[in-house]
């Protein structure tokens, strides 16, 4: 067994704490490489935030549980050679959907993982949890559960209609699972097709306009649950200046529309303390890559367009961190 301890990580609990407190969210970024990595690690410490590595099960199947868990090190070191000397970094599972995967994580380095048993019955979802947190719990590792299912698609968890947690049911369910953060349902959706043009309005340049975040049910939650963590997934907002520039070089996107950014803003003055960010760095390096290939057809370097790709994306995350969840300084 390899505890996250040995690795330089951390877990979620003190952040969380500090984020509620101090009304904003841990950036909760994907990756599955090592330019991705390295993304995150220079935008956390040029801005001094906290910042949660996430890797998804198909983030493993791709890239190799052991490698991620080494890049995740490797993250802890290259901060330190940036000059944070003790960095906050967390390697977090993202949508683990089975005991066996959350075990698997903790056993190899993980300080946080999330069992997403959202889209069982009720009383299944909380046995699953509460047997993921007794496990996990032994090794201080922090543990986050869903309830309420977002739509969209990303990597393998695919929902088509979203449902909204429930404030009458998180007191029992956080309760009986002892889980430390709580990933709730009031409108976010996974992917860059978060809503279909009918769910949403047109602004007076055609460009769609997504419905607003259920902040009602958000603020019942906090009622029933006051100062808990809570999580915010498919939180990416999509933004229209790649979305442009990737149809420009040849992609085809349509009717790719996110979360607005002030929306997420508002959401980290509240209890929401983890926001997760996948797509829009997924669009982040397709574009650079994609106007790179356009504009320079004769280079054929892997690092002469994932350099670029690596820098774009650092000023994404850099403007999420300072503008949108409001970590900057918090580290």
């Keep these: 067994m390899v505890s996250y301890k040995e690795l330089g990580l951390v877990n979620t609990r003190e952040m969380f704490k500090r984020a509620v407190a101090g009304g904003y969210a841990i950036p909760a970024f994907n990756f599955n490489t090592m330019e991705q990595m390295q993304a995150i690690v220079m935008a956390a410490v040029e801005t001094k935030s906290p910042v949660i590595m996430q890797v998804s099960k198909g983030a493993r199947n791709y890239a190799n549980g ?42 190899n ?94 602004d007076a340049n055609g460009i769609l306009i997504p419905p607003p975040l259920r902040f009602d049910i958000l603020k019942e939650i906090e009622k029933q649950l006051p100062g808990f963590p809570i999580v915010l997934h498919g939180s990416s907002s999509v933004p229209q200046e790649y979305v442009a520039t990737i149809n420009k070089f040849g992609g085809k996107l349509k009717d790719a529309v996110g979360i607005p950014e002030e929306q997420l803003r ?13 797509s829009d760095g997924r669009l982040a390096m397709t574009a650079a890559v994609r106007q790179f290939f356009v504009e320079q057809p004769e280079k054929f370097d892997p690092r002469q367009y994932l350099g670029p790709a690596r820098e774009e994306l650092k000023k994404l995350y850099t403007h999420k961190v300072v503008n949108v969840l409001g970590s900057a300084g918090k580290a």
């Design 109 to 202: 380095g993980f300080s946080s993982v999330m069992i997403d048993g959202s889209s069982l019955p009720y009383e299944e979802n909380v046995a699953l949890a509460k047997k993921v947190v007794e496990y996990a719990h032994k090794y201080d590792v922090t543990v986050e559960g869903e309830l309420g299912v977002l739509a969209g698609v990303e990597d393998e968890v695919v929902a088509e209609a979203s449902h909204y947690t429930q404030p009458a049911e998180v007191i029992d369910f956080v309760s009986r699972t002892g889980v430390d953060s709580l990933a709730i349902s009031i409108g976010t959706s996974h992917g860059a097709n978060k809503f279909t043009p009918d769910q949403c309005t047109r």
């Design 66 to 107: 052991t490698i991620l868990r080494n890049l995740a090190k490797g993250a802890v070191e290259y901060a330190k050679e940036l000059g944070c000397e003790h960095p906050e970094i967390v390697l977090h599972l993202d949508h683990g959907d089975s005991f066996e995967l959350c075990k698997e994580c903790i056993d």
């Design 266 to 278: 508002e959401a980290a003055k509240s209890a929401v303390c983890k926001i997760n960010i996948d």
